[in-house]
């Protein structure tokens, strides 16, 4: 099994429509956190986790939440999708903060 | 704040030459950095890190990367590039101190092409 595990791989929906991406992780590490990613643009951080009870904003949290169920799923909503929020979306997890991130394959995400 | 550049945008070298992809950051201290590869349809995978120490640091894959703390520089080579190395490649620093610890700040990547 894949130690990150993203779900769905892609989807396509349209405006207004009520998204979640879900990830889940088999390591047991604490800090989790989802990025979207933009041709040209390298990664942006949207929200992280340092532990269950712990959700802090990143960079580009506008349009987005997030749901920390367990240690294992962290998951990000998209309230009401507009198009501008077409992009691929990475999860990744982090042992402790002197270690990497590690990232799951991605979903990609298209708006319409 | 923390940034990176990544002054290239797209590098095209002939199969079995050289490689060398530019990183500079710009942090108030030493920070951790890294390399991470992406190839088409494909997560993010780590080729190696810089935490302290050796400012010479060997990766998966045959890459190596140098630390220069007086040029804010983080480059990572090869000797010799394969078809396969084909990819968008990621410079990264990641913060070890503040609230904010262990995040990383993403360089907005080099896409790498290999000609036969």
């Known amino acids: 099994d894949a130690d990150v595990t993203q779900t769905p791989r892609n989807r396509i929906t349209k405006t207004g429509k009520r998204i979640m991406l879900e990830c889940s992780q088999t390591?047991?590490?604490?800090?989790m956190y989802w990025y979207r990613q933009d041709p040209g643009l390298g990664l942006r951080l949207i929200y992280y986790?340092?532990?269950?009870?712990?959700?802090n904003k990143g960079e580009i949290s506008d349009g987005y939440s997030v749901s920390r169920q367990a240690q294992a799923k962290f998951s990000l909503s998209l309230e009401s999708a507009i198009p501008n929020q077409t992009a691929l979306y990475f999860c990744?997890?982090?042992?402790?903060?002197?270690?990497?991130?590690?990232f799951g394959d991605g979903t990609r995400l298209s708006i319409l | 704040a923390q940034s990176v550049t990544q002054p290239d945008i797209h590098i095209t070298v002939s199969e079995g030459a050289s490689l060398e992809l530019r990183c500079n950051y710009s942090?108030?201290?030493?920070?951790?950095l890294f390399w991470y590869v992406q190839s088409p349809g494909q997560g993010l995978q780590l080729l190696l890190k810089?935490?302290?120490?050796?400012?010479l640091v060997q990766g998966i894959k045959g890459f190596e990367a140098e630390f220069k703390r007086s040029q804010s520089s983080f480059n990572l080579r090869k000797p010799s590039v394969h078809w396969s190395d084909a990819a968008e490649y990621f410079c990264?620093?990641?913060?070890?101190?503040?609230?904010?610890?262990?995040?990383?700040?993403f360089g907005k990547g080099t896409k790498l092409s290999v000609k036969p």
């Open positions: 990744a997890i982090q042992g402790a903060s002197n270690q990497p991130q590690h």
């Open positions: 390591k047991g590490h604490d800090r």
């Open positions: 986790s340092f532990d269950v009870k712990d959700i």
């Open positions: 942090y108030g201290a030493t920070p951790y």
């Open positions: 810089y935490f302290s120490g050796d400012t």
């Open positions: 990264a620093v990641g913060a070890h101190y503040g609230g904010s610890q262990g995040n990383l700040i």
